[in-house]
């Protein structure tokens, strides 16, 4: 089984400047979620998305994140314009099945955004 | 919202001995408690997780346990090898929404 893809794999971008990063699922994963993970600390929670629909948003900072999930699957993660402590890991994750009940994280390796 | 605690940030053992990493939560309502290892350059993966309807659960090396009352829990890894040195991090779910993890610990077993 194909676990979750992301890409690009590293980013190294200016202050202002904009970024996407991409992620793919697995394969019938109904929940999706983008975290972010800096360096020394625990992954935090941006965006959860049940199929295309947002479920938790709270911590995305939406002045300048915005996240999509067309068609429940693929998701793109922008950042515009970047800061400098937007510099971390981004991880992407998929759950199966929907809804409800406790379910169990599959992650990808991330992208490293660095913001110089 | 949930807030966890994870103890302690780094820990060193000898191949062989066990180590024990500790967290706590402070939603009563969550029910989930999982344990990730992240290797370097990876994305956490999950080694073990317990629901709040078990006291105790364990795969082979690795155990966790969990105190509802005092709103803790914790992984045990026994007979410890050097393929076991990562950074752990506990989490914590009330169930349908999104984990909160711990900050993590980075284990260095030596040997």
């Known amino acids: 089984e194909a676990g979750v893809a992301q890409s690009p794999r590293y980013k190294i971008i200016e202050k202002r400047q904009s970024v996407a990063f991409w992620c793919n699922p697995i394969?019938?994963?109904?929940?999706l979620y983008w975290y972010q993970q800096i360096l020394g600390q625990g992954p935090k929670l941006l965006i959860q998305?049940?199929?295309?629909?947002?479920?938790?948003d709270s911590q995305l900072p939406k002045d300048r994140f915005s996240a999509e999930r067309l068609k429940g699957v693929d998701s793109t993660l922008k950042i515009q314009p970047a800061k400098l402590e937007d510099s971390a890991v981004y991880l992407c994750?998929?759950?199966?099945?929907?809804?409800?009940?406790?379910?169990?994280?599959?992650f990808g390796s991330g992208t490293q955004l660095s913001v110089l | 919202g949930e807030n966890v605690e994870q103890h302690p940030s780094t820990l060193s053992v000898q191949e062989g001995d066990s180590a024990v990493i500790k967290c706590t939560y402070s939603?009563?309502?969550?029910?989930?408690f999982p344990w990730y290892k992240q290797e370097l350059g990876k994305g956490p993966q999950l080694i073990i997780d317990?629901?709040?309807?078990?006291g105790e659960k364990k795969d082979q090396r690795i155990a966790v346990t969990l105190n509802k009352t005092a709103k803790h829990f914790s992984l045990h890894i026994t007979e410890t090898q050097p393929e076991d040195s990562a950074v752990y991090f506990c989490a914590a779910s009330p169930g349908g929404y999104a984990l909160n993890f711990g900050k993590g610990t980075s284990l260095l077993v030596t040997p």
């Open positions: 998305f049940q199929n295309n629909g947002v479920v938790d």
């Open positions: 317990i629901r709040s309807n078990v």
């Open positions: 939603d009563s309502a969550s029910n989930y």
């Open positions: 994750a998929s759950s199966f099945p929907s809804g409800g009940t406790n379910e169990k994280l599959f």
């Open positions: 394969s019938g994963h109904a929940t």
